[in-house]
């Protein structure tokens, strides 16, 4: 019998799974920690998507959160979808490499005129542009689901999105719930997180740190049009 995974490890290893499949170019090494108050899972990776995008996601495996102001820790759980109990600290770290700061800064100059990087807002400027220019693309969806199949899949369903709250922090977030009885729920669920969702037993629905309206629309219409013209 195998070595049984702590909590900590185990939630590791998923976090490692779900990012390694949404960024397959990107090596992100995510290692786990128990000491005697807790655990901890550390990500860690070079350039790829930005750091926001990551804590998005690794929220999502941090069961609570230290309140300062109390000197205690709020313990809220995680979702039971995610397949693991989560840890009591997710961190992430990126590193920005020499060659991709420099092409983030030639944009800079481009769109901003030459800018001074002891100014006070450079690296407001540079955090902008990067969003703006260099979004990191997600990997299309796998296992013979293509985009095409995507988009008909969605539009021969109807859901809705809805603005949420998450009550861990307070942060906004939207629910797709679909009100149309879903057959291959499977197919679904992965073309859901290959759009940067999961689904949420709690919300009955799947959860995205971003509106994903148009997102989801936009795939259905591909869809449709290529039905037309088929």
């Not at 205690?72 to 770290?93: F, I, P, Q, R």
């Amino acid at each position: 019998m195998g070595k049984q995974l702590t909590g900590a490890a185990l939630t590791a290893k998923t976090i490692k799974k779900r990012l390694t499949a949404l960024y397959p170019k990107v090596k992100f090494s995510v290692t786990s920690d128990t000491f005697s108050m807790g655990n901890s899972v550390d990500i860690r990776w070079t350039d790829g998507p930005a750091s926001d995008v990551v804590n998005a996601i690794a929220k999502q495996y941090q069961y609570g959160d230290f309140d300062s102001m109390n000197d205690s820790y709020n313990y809220t759980g995680v979702d039971s979808a995610l397949g693991c109990e989560g840890a009591k600290y997710v961190s992430c770290h990126r590193r920005v490499s020499s060659e991709y700061k420099a092409q983030v800064a030639a944009k800079a100059d481009e769109v901003y005129g030459k800018l001074d990087p002891n100014d006070f807002g450079y690296r407001s400027k540079l955090a902008e542009i990067e969003k703006t220019y260099f979004t990191y693309p997600q990997a299309e969806p796998k296992q013979g689901i293509s985009t095409s199949q995507d988009g008909a899949m969605l539009s021969g369903l109807e859901y809705e999105v809805i603005k949420d709250v998450d009550t861990r922090d307070n942060s906004e977030l939207f629910v797709v719930k679909f009100i149309t009885r879903v057959e291959d729920f499977k197919a679904l669920r992965q073309i859901m997180d290959s759009y940067g969702g999961y689904y949420s037993r709690f919300k009955h629905g799947f959860i995205f740190r971003e509106d994903p309206t148009e997102k989801l629309a936009g795939a259905s219409e591909d869809a449709a049009g290529k039905e037309i013209c088929a």
